[in-house]
Every structure is written in C-alpha cells, then in structure tokens.
C-alpha cells in the first residue's frame, strides 16, 4: 500500500496553492510551492502503472483556512490524494 498527497497541475492549483497561500494570505513562505513540481494525476498514475502498481482510489483535499481544517471533496483540481497498492 502506498498513499501519494501532492498538488495538481491546474491553473486553479497555481491560483490557491501559490497566488492565495503564498503570496497574498502569506500562510506560506513565498518560494515554498514550484509549479513546474505539480503533479497531474494521471502523470503518477503512468508511472505507477509502469511498476506494477494501481491507484485504487483518489480523493481531493480542500483546506478551509477560516476554520482551519482539511476535508476530503470529490474536487481533485488542487489539492489530492491517492490510496495505491501493487498489481
């Protein structure tokens, strides 16, 4: 079993992750997020596929930072999560 939390690469994700969360609410350190690191789902899931793994289940990740929590959503267009395991 392997479980991959990552940012996907999505205009929406370099709007929340870098333009809100490091630059204009400075939760962050600005830097701390690069772009070109983001990660489609589909792009870890060609990798897995070619060790001899699946992805089992994805989920997104929404972070409410008035409440300052995390919860699961069905929108993977930022913020995700993977449940994998071996073929």
Same mark, same amino acid.
């Given at each position: 079993?392997?479980?991959?939390? =990552? %940012?996907? #690469? =999505? $205009? #929406?994700?370099?709007? &929340?992750?870098? *333009? !809100?969360?490091?630059?204009?609410? @400075?939760? !962050? /350190?600005? *830097?701390? +997020?690069? &772009?070109? #690191? &983001?990660? #489609? /789902?589909?792009?870890?899931?060609?990798? $897995? !596929?070619? +060790?001899?793994? =699946?992805?089992?289940? %994805?989920? *997104? $990740?929404?972070?409410? /930072?008035? !409440?300052?929590?995390? @919860?699961?959503?069905?929108?993977?267009?930022?913020?995700?999560?993977?449940?994998?395991?071996?073929?």
């Amino acid at each position: 079993m392997l479980i991959i939390s =990552t %940012i996907n #690469k =999505t $205009l #929406k994700s370099y709007v &929340f992750a870098i *333009g !809100l969360a490091e630059y204009l609410l @400075r939760y !962050l /350190p600005i *830097g701390t +997020h690069d &772009f070109n #690191k &983001f990660l #489609k /789902p589909s792009t870890i899931n060609n990798i $897995l !596929l070619s +060790h001899n793994m =699946t992805l089992k289940e %994805i989920q *997104g $990740l929404s972070y409410n /930072p008035i !409440l300052q929590q995390w @919860r699961l959503t069905n929108d993977i267009s930022v913020n995700y999560i993977m449940y994998i395991t071996a073929i």
